[in-house]
């Protein structure tokens, strides 16, 4: 699917507005889809030429509650929903509505996008002999070394059998 841009959008819903072409023909035309044709309508009647001005905003878990609770309790489509509230897409409204429904109202709250930073402090800390984090340190190294040896015994063991079939055979 192609990109437009705000002047794409702009010409495409004068040349509806003209009312020669219909949104089939405009949505052939220029490659975008009735549907597409559609919305871009609406967002100009909507807002003006402000609808296509491109905002990087990230909503708010509130403000995306508040959009489905009026797409809900209005009955309106996610096309117009993403219109009255000048939300570029109507698929963001449709993708909260399917988070909200699997998650609930965590799934809404953005999250921190990027690599998580590191958490400082030294994880090396040795703790102080005979103390209770020392004492367990101990033997979960030692069960390691235990489950090792009983790894390499049974290795041993069954290299042991193999040599001894193949001197019978």
């Known amino acids: 699917m192609a990109k437009f841009s705000p002047e794409d959008k702009l010409s495409a819903v004068f040349r509806w507005r003209d009312g020669k072409e219909t949104h089939a023909s405009i949505a052939a035309s220029i490659g975008a889809t009735k549907a597409m044709i559609g919305v871009w309508v609406m967002q100009y009647e ?22 489905l609770n009026y797409m809900n309790t209005h009955g309106t489509s996610p096309n117009a929903t993403a219109a009255i509230f000048q939300i570029p897409s109507p698929a963001l409204i449709r993708k909260w509505r399917i988070q909200f429904h699997s998650c609930g109202i965590d799934a809404l709250i953005p999250k921190k996008k990027g690599r998580p930073t590191m958490k400082k402090g030294n994880k090396n800390v040795t703790p102080v002999e005979g103390s209770v984090e020392a004492l367990q340190q101990e033997v979960e190294r030692l069960r390691m070394e235990n489950a090792y040896l009983k790894k390499l015994n049974a290795l041993v063991q069954s290299k042991e059998k193999l040599q001894t079939k193949t001197k019978r055979k």
């Open 46 to 67: 909507q807002n003006g030429a402000e609808a296509f001005r491109k905002s990087y905003t990230s909503y708010t878990a509130p403000f995306k509650l508040d959009v």
